[in-house]
């Protein structure tokens, strides 16, 4: 058999192997696969590698810049639908946890407030606050996507209701 005949091989002709074995527990106790942490690390080095660069670059750079932002993220029922998978929702939250945790990393004196929509209305869930509020609140910039499923589930659907 020549190796381009083996490369034609199905994959449930293929050998045994040992998926488990990717499935890490790390420090925090949480089960992590080796391919998020590459991920995760991949993401960390692309940071480091901007940051460098516009450290080095000549180009118009504005260090002490105070940014304000809202994020505005729909919550309404249109988010439930699944043609991104799993949902809109899980997605749209997954990219705005990287936002955050890249909008402080690249602006560490900014502010961010986030804003959900739902049913033609819409509720300040955060007023404009630094990476610190977020740190003491959510524990990381990124514990804000928990905050946002759980408000999905109830507290603000309530709150709607009652306007």
């Given at each position: 058999?020549?190796?381009?005949?083996?490369?034609?091989?199905?994959?449930?002709?293929?050998g045994?192997e040992?998926?488990?074995?990717?499935?890490?527990?790390?420090?925090?106790?949480?089960?992590?696969?080796t391919l998020?942490?590459?991920?995760?690390?991949?993401?960390?080095?692309?940071?480091?590698?901007?940051?460098?660069?516009?450290?080095?670059?000549?180009?118009?750079l504005?260090?002490?810049?105070?940014?304000h932002?809202f994020?505005?993220?729909?919550?309404?029922?249109a988010?439930?639908?699944?043609?991104?998978?799993?949902?809109?929702?899980?997605?749209?939250?997954?990219?705005?946890t990287?936002?955050?945790r890249?909008?402080?990393d690249?602006?560490?004196?900014?502010?961010?407030?986030?804003?959900?929509?739902?049913?033609?209305r819409?509720?300040?869930?955060t007023?404009?606050?630094?990476?610190?509020?977020?740190?003491?609140?959510?524990?990381?910039?990124?514990?804000?996507?928990?905050?946002?499923?759980?408000?999905?589930?109830?507290?603000?659907?309530?709150k709607?209701?009652?306007?």
């Amino acid at each position: 058999m020549t190796r381009k005949e083996e490369k034609h091989e199905f994959r449930w002709e293929s050998g045994y192997e040992k998926t488990w074995s990717s499935i890490k527990e790390d420090d925090a106790g949480r089960l992590v696969t080796t391919l998020e942490q590459l991920i995760h690390d991949a993401h960390a080095k692309l940071r480091r590698k901007r940051r460098r660069l516009s450290a080095e670059s000549d180009g118009f750079l504005r260090l002490g810049m105070m940014r304000h932002l809202f994020l505005i993220i729909d919550l309404s029922q249109a988010m439930h639908v699944q043609d991104l998978k799993p949902n809109r929702l899980v997605c749209t939250l997954r990219a705005a946890t990287t936002f955050i945790r890249d909008y402080f990393d690249q602006n560490p004196i900014s502010q961010l407030g986030i804003i959900v929509t739902m049913d033609r209305r819409a509720e300040r869930l955060t007023e404009l606050s630094g990476i610190y509020y977020f740190l003491n609140h959510y524990g990381t910039p990124f514990g804000v996507t928990l905050h946002l499923f759980a408000i999905n589930t109830g507290i603000i659907r309530q709150k709607f209701r009652s306007l």
